[in-house]
């Protein structure tokens, strides 16, 4: 079993920028090859994806929409996710979730994978 716990959400003015984190923890004996990824869903809408990374390689792929704004990172020795929101905006307002999918590969890695282990999510609010 692999937990996750995201924290880092909150209130943030729009134009302003915000950093989640997510700690995983437990029976991962082979943490370099996760798919990590982080998700949100906003209010009356679906969960979407919308940034993966490939724990092994780092390598890191980003839903169209958040591309340029969005920025997925890893430190891998303390098994910690990052994503970093820059000029956020009310369409940030969301639940953002971390997640993870074992893998043994990266070319499936992307934001549109169905994982295993969830997050119990971080709300992020903006204001204008």
């Known amino acids: 079993q692999v937990q996750l716990v995201e924290s880092g959400g909150g209130s943030v003015q729009a134009g302003g920028s915000l950093k989640l984190s997510c700690q995983a923890s437990?029976?991962?004996?082979?943490?370099?090859?996760?798919?990590m990824g982080w998700f949100r869903q906003a209010p009356g809408s679906e969960r979407e994806g919308v940034a993966s990374l490939y724990n092994g390689l780092g390598t890191t792929k980003y839903a169209g929409s958040v591309k340029g704004r969005f920025t997925i990172s890893r430190d891998y020795d303390n098994k910690i996710l990052y994503l970093q929101i820059a000029r956020v905006g009310p369409e940030d307002t969301a639940i953002y979730y971390c997640a993870a999918l074992p893998m043994s590969y990266d070319d499936l890695c992307d934001p549109d994978m169905s994982p295993t282990y969830w997050g119990q999510g971080t709300q992020v609010t903006v204001s204008s």
């Open positions: 437990g029976s991962i004996s082979t943490y370099s090859r996760y798919c």
